[in-house]
């Protein structure tokens, strides 16, 4: 395989675009925005994943790639350290996208509108996407036994996106074929290397939580294809700014993409996503967007992408800093008088930072059931579904960011409009009401 042209570079424009992009992310606060952060902040001090530092498979890769900004950047803590490694991914894969296919490509990427959400959740999505992208990037300009590499660098980053990996490992292998051996040598040594390590340090313990948490995320809380228990990824377009606009032209780029190696990325992702990822987060389509710049062979395309991007970008962002919805949510529960949190949302984060309330998680529906019905004092409902009832909103600062929504009951608090809490994304929607009931059932999706 030949390389082609060297793709000219991003331009002025585009550099000052993505500079201010870079400013606007970085100026964000490095806060947890979930249990799965936590988690991975846990990881950084101490890993195990017995003990859900972090939560298994272990990630790593990204856990290796934190400690080293952690140790290079002097960052104060591990959530500082967690923010720098995720959004220093996320400002890299512009750059990583032009060097594969052009200014188009830049352009395309810096638009995406879901890039944002993925570098501020502090998780490995940003990682592994752009391992992912080095490794296409290779694989389209003559590199591959360096784009294998990246591919296993990939998986060790983020094991969710080995299948998308793989079909990039296979089409490699079906093009170079005098070199296959090489080929998968270079993909298996990091995953060797990095869950080999894992796995002496926990043992078969490690498999054991591995066969849990998969039967827990197939068949049970993970919201898949094979156990739905609410929305679709129909909804999840339906939520975002143009989503079904942007499906659309992702499905153009697939249709021009198909025979190369983005093609057969974005197909396998695609597949991959719809059966076993959650549409709860919208961030999981993330990885599609960017294939779909990749696969698209047309500047029209490309430019169509860039164009929709930016809009529902830019419509739909908070221009100022501001915390995620969680951490809104917990400042605000913070100085709320003591009583009961009813909540799916950040249970182990919440539980962790707010020692005067009590939080009980819905998922046991009977144990939330009983602590709502023997509570004495205030009964708070957190939740990331839009309640019928009226309700406080800690709105999501970016698209694929949820808004979460606070009902209470109890005395009415006091000084709201003027408490150092407004404007930190917080919106009334209407007057206080009582909470409703809680399901003996586990229906989770209604916290």
């Known amino acids: 395989m030949l390389p082609s042209a060297r793709p000219a570079g991003p331009g002025g424009a585009l550099a000052l675009l993505w500079l201010g992009w870079a400013v606007w992310l970085l100026v964000q606060p490095a806060l947890l925005a979930s249990d799965d952060a936590l988690f991975f902040a846990d990881g950084l001090s101490r890993f195990s994943v017995l003990d859900f530092s972090p ?41 990583v996208a032009g060097w594969a296919a052009g200014r188009g490509a830049f ?60 079909a990039a ?74 989503g079904w606009p942007l499906a659309g032209f992702g499905l153009l780029a697939l249709w021009q993409g198909r025979g190369g190696v983005a093609g057969a990325t974005l197909a396998a992702g695609l597949i991959w996503t719809v059966a076993l990822q959650n549409p709860d987060n919208p961030r999981h389509l993330a990885p599609l ?58 249970v182990t984060l919440l539980r962790r930072t707010l020692p005067t309330q009590q939080v009980a998680d819905v998922w046991y529906g009977a144990t939330a059931a009983f602590l709502a019905a023997s509570a004495t004092g205030p009964v708070y409902r957190l939740t990331g579904s839009r309640p019928d009832e009226a309700a406080l909103r800690f709105a999501g600062r ?17 000084g709201l409009a003027g408490s150092p809490l407004a404007g930190r994304g917080l919106r009334p929607l209407g007057r206080r009401l009582n909470g409703g009931e809680i399901p003996a059932n586990g229906s989770f999706h209604r916290f």
């Open 398 to 414: 970016v698209p694929g960011e949820a808004d979460l929504f606070l009902i209470y009951t109890g005395e009415p608090l006091k």
């Open 55 to 95: 939560h298994f498979p272990g990630y790593p890769g990204f856990i290796a790639l934190g400690r080293m900004v952690w140790a290079l950047s002097g960052a104060g803590d591990a959530a500082q350290a967690l923010f720098f490694t995720s959004v220093g991914c996320v400002l890299a894969l512009p750059w």
């Open 289 to 346: 967007a960017v294939l779909a710049v990749l696969a698209a062979r047309s500047g029209w395309l490309r430019a169509a992408l860039a164009t929709a991007g930016g809009v529902a970008l830019l419509s739909s962002s908070q221009l100022s800093p501001a915390p995620p919805p969680l951490a809104a949510a917990r400042s605000w529960l913070a100085e709320a008088p003591p009583g009961l949190v009813l909540t799916n949302q950040g």
């Open 169 to 242: 490992l296979v089409w490699l292998c079906w093009t170079e074929r005098r070199r296959g051996a090489a080929l998968l040598a270079a993909f298996a040594a990091p995953c060797l290397l990095a869950f080999g390590v894992v796995l002496v340090k926990e043992g078969w313990a490690y498999g054991e939580e591995g066969m849990r948490f998969l039967a827990g995320h197939v068949g049970q809380w993970g919201n898949t294809a094979l156990a739905r228990h609410h929305g679709g990824w129909g909804d999840t377009l339906a939520g975002l700014p143009l």
């Open 107 to 166: 352009a395309a990427t810096l638009a995406c509108p879901l890039l944002p959400a993925v570098a501020l959740s502090l998780l490995s999505d940003g990682a592994g996407l752009l391992f992912l992208l080095l490794g296409l990037g290779g694989a389209m300009r003559g590199r591959p036994v360096a784009a294998a590499l990246a591919l296993g660098g990939a998986v060790c980053c983020r094991p969710s996106i080995a299948v998308p990996a793989l």
